[in-house]
Every structure is written in C-alpha cells, then in structure tokens.
C-alpha cells in the first residue's frame, strides 16, 4: 500500500501551461549560441514566467522521489485506463490547452507536426518521422490529473545521487532521497556503467509514451523517446558512471532529435488536410490500430 500524497492545486500546476517549461529550456539553449542571444536569455531570467518555471523546478525535484516514480510506474504502466485509435488519441492530447496564450499558441498536434514535418524535410527516415509525430503523446498523463511536474519537466535518474548539472540542482535539498544512505550516493541502488535500461527515470511523458511505443519503433527512436528531456545527459553530459557502450552509441540519435522538438516551433500551422494521406499511411505502417492508455 502506497500512501499517495494529495496536492493542492497551485502543487499541480505552477506554470499557466506546459509550454513554459519548453519555452525555459529553449533558452536555455538557444539555436545558435549567439552571445547577444545568449546574454537576452541570461536578462530574462528574473521575469516573472521564470519565476513559475522555477516553482516548477522545486516542486518536481522535491517530489520527484525513487518511490514516487515508482507509485506512477504501476500506476501507468499496466496501461489499463483507456483505449483509442490513434487518431482520436490526438485530439484527446488536444484537449490539453494553453489558457495564458490561446490565441499565439499552436496546439499540440501541431507542435507535433511541425516537429514530424521538419525530420522528414531533412530526409531522415520514416520511423524517426513517426518519432516527431508522437514524441510529446505522453502528455495526456495531464488529462489524467498528474501534476505538471510529474508530466514535463528535465529528467533525471532516481535512486542514486543528483547531478549539478540538472537545472536548479538546489532544489534537491528538498528531496528526501538527498537524506537516504543509499540513494544520495554517486551510484546509488546501481552499479558502474549498468546501461540506462537499468536506469529508473524521473517519472514523466518520455517514460510513459517509450512504454507506450516499445514495441513499435526501431532502437534509435525508442532511445529519441524515452530520453528526449534527458538534458542533464544529452546536452550536459553528466551521468556517465551509469552508461553502457550501447547508450554511448544510441546518444547520436537522441542528441540529431533534440533540435527537431526545440527548433521547430513555427507561427504558421501546417496544412493537416494536404499532410494527412501521408501520415495515415506512416501511422498504418508502424503502430497497431488503438494506443493504450
Ligand atoms: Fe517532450
Ligand atoms: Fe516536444
């Protein structure tokens, strides 16, 4: 028996949208790494949108604990909740709306394609397009009650130490695992090198749509999937006491994907009626006619 924290709601959701989060870590790492860009985003850290990005932060590293992930893993992964075909299932994502900005803001799917769209300009294969179209499904974990910090978010190994390079690594003072014996130390509950497949996650939309889509996508893209906010590792490279040679070899296929999620976003909306013949065929290819929830 779990004993299940109730929160309140300003703990489930500090930002006016998830999309603060994105928006904080795109500056965080702008697309050309600019000084001029650079030094705006530095000027912007005190803005008040910064400051819910950084109640955020504390409340997902405070909360964000070994036993809490793993509550939501069984609580998720048996994925017994609903069922729908795949396209109903992205008009169930989009349900999620942004109530700061409805009027600027594309929705999720269009973020989604956007994303899809980009890949498949630069030619890459189809599966890595199919990546882009569902990277972001995991989301609805929202729709479901969870709290914006147990849905999005930077993620971060559970059970072992905390690294300085997750962002606001203070904040993990806050975490009761920081107090335990065992899971405050460098390696915690693993061993050196173990691989990430051995690895827990902070709970979040990147573990819950790999285990979605585990059985449906080549290894590159399931690696694009699962650790795509993972930024600690593919941006900062910290962590590497816990990699094996094969997540060494997959991080150049999540590290080619991180630019498609944060650089893509674009004003315009893409033409949905002349991409849809395309994408129903790629999705026909790939993923079973209903997703699980
Ligand atoms: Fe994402
Ligand atoms: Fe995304």
Known sequence: MSNVKTFTQSEIAPLNSLDEWEEDVLKRYP?????????????????????????????????????????????????????????????????????????????????????????????????????????????????????????????????????????????????PDSNDPVYKAELGIYKAHCGLRNVTMSWGHDEYVYQMMKNSLPEPGLYMLRYHSFYAWHREGAYDYLLDDHDRDMLKWVKLFNPYDLYSKNPEPPDWTKLKPYYVGLVNQYLPPTLKF
């Not at 993620?155 to 997750?166: A, D, I, L, M, R």
């Open 31 to 175: 697309e050309q790494e600019a000084p001029a860009k650079a030094k705006e985003a530095f000027r912007n850290y005190e803005t008040p949108v910064r400051d819910t990005v950084r109640e955020f932060y504390k409340l997902n590293h405070t909360y964000q604990t070994f036993d809490f992930v793993q509550d939501k893993r069984k609580e998720f992964l048996s994925f017994g909740k609903r069922e729908m075909p795949v396209w109903d299932a992205f008009q169930f994502l989009n349900q999620l709306v942004d109530d700061s900005d409805p009027d600027t803001d594309l929705d999720q799917f269009q973020h989604l394609l956007q994303t899809s769209e980009a890949i498949r300009a630069d030619g890459h294969p189809d599966w890595m397009v199919l990546v882009g179209l569902m990277h972001d499904m995991g989301k609805v974990l929202c729709l479901f009650g969870e709290p914006q910090w147990a849905v999005v978010g930077d993620t971060f190994p559970v059970g072992c130490g905390h690294s300085e390079k997750v962002v606001y690594p203070e904040f993990f003072a806050l975490n």
